[in-house]
């Protein structure tokens, strides 16, 4: 089987640095990605991680520890934009395919 | 606008009502998923296409749920003697073969 375990809940101060947490089980690992979503919005891609180490993409950064299995998004110089919902998901092995599999999210709450 | 659309955008209807909703990819994207979210939840993984093949089918998906997508191109995912847990926002998403996922809007099902 495969679950995700992310905070369901975290709150920052604008111009602040927040880390969101996701630890995965998972049968076999392809992957990690991290989508945000906006309420009323659709998800939209961030990040994806197959390999470990930090990947970063301008105040975005996703790190993986494979031999955690753990991973995290880290948003830097946070904006009252960034108040959203952040899920993380892993291709999960289902027949012959590989399907994204997503957590029950983190809203991240960014005070002035 | 080369994104994916989804229609309609929201839907209400009376308990044992079918329902019908369409989803059209990115044009160049093989791979087309149906997921349905609740508040507070990620996106629950419903069935996946690889072109106009229906690959996997998730056990949440009872035998009122039915999806198509003909000739590999749009996609329409109906729901036969709605009941009001269906109430739900119910997405899709394409992706070329890299996995990254893009979603539509999604269609926002409420049932009386």
């Known amino acids: 089987g495969q679950s995700l375990e992310q905070p369901s809940e975290v709150t920052a101060v604008e111009g602040a640095i927040v880390q969101i947490n996701c630890t995965y089980q998972?049968?076999?690992?392809?992957?990690l990605s991290w989508y945000q979503q906006h309420d009323g919005g659709a998800p939209t891609f961030l990040s994806y991680?197959?390999?470990?180490g930090l990947e970063e993409t301008g105040r975005f950064s996703s790190f993986l520890s494979r031999s955690d299995s753990y991973g995290y998004l880290l948003l830097q110089e946070l904006q009252m934009k960034d108040s959203a919902s952040y899920f993380c998901?892993?291709?999960?092995?289902?027949?012959?395919?590989?399907?994204?599999?997503f957590g029950r999210g983190t809203s991240l709450i960014v005070h002035p | 606008d080369t994104g994916v659309s989804q229609d309609p955008r929201h839907k209400i209807t009376k308990r044992g009502q079918n329902v019908t909703f369409r989803c059209d990819p990115i044009?160049?994207?093989?791979?087309l998923y149906w997921y349905r979210q609740t508040l507070g939840q990620g996106p629950e993984f419903l069935t996946y296409?690889?072109?106009?093949?229906?690959?996997?089918k998730s056990r949440l998906l009872s035998d009122r749920f039915s999806a198509e997508r003909p000739k590999g191109s749009f996609s329409t995912l109906e729901i036969q003697r709605t009941e009001q847990g269906d109430s739900a926002m119910y997405l899709c998403?394409?992706?070329?073969?890299?996995?990254?996922?893009?979603f539509g809007e999604g269609s926002r099902l409420t049932v009386l």
């Open positions: 296409f690889q072109n106009e093949a229906q690959l996997e």
């Open positions: 998972t049968s076999g690992f392809y992957g």
């Open positions: 044009s160049e994207h093989n791979r």
């Open positions: 998901a892993v291709p999960t092995p289902l027949g012959g395919s590989y399907i994204p599999t």
């Open positions: 998403a394409s992706s070329p073969t890299t996995g990254e996922l893009f």
């Open positions: 991680n197959a390999l470990d």
